[in-house]
């Protein structure tokens, strides 16, 4: 899923993962077991670093989040909501629509997760 707005840049760096679905086979040999490595080679083959993007999308079966405490997961369930609402939107409004600019999406992110992050601190922006 595109990073079309700032809201998912503030959560997701970069685009939410759609992994392949599982084989029959990896479903009856142990199909919680290859849920997680499906999700984790989804990350794998993408470069994708799951601590930035703590989110994701499986195919035929539906979203996955994480954070370092329960709370945090639901938070990202929850934010995951919300933009694939966003994208779903934009992408029936507006044909050929392209994910927000890196510079956009670096902005929103690192404001709130980067090695300076200043957003909610008190400051003026």
Known sequence: MPAYGTTHADYFYGSVPCTRGLTEEEIEEAY??????????????????????????VRNHGPFSWGKDAAQAAYHAVVLEEVAKTATRTEALTSGTEPAPRYLQDKHYMRKHGLNADYGKGEAH
């Open 32 to 57: 919680e077991l290859n849920t997680g490595k499906v999700i984790y080679e989804g990350f794998t083959e993408r470069g994708i670093d799951p601590v930035v993007v703590p989110t994701v999308l």
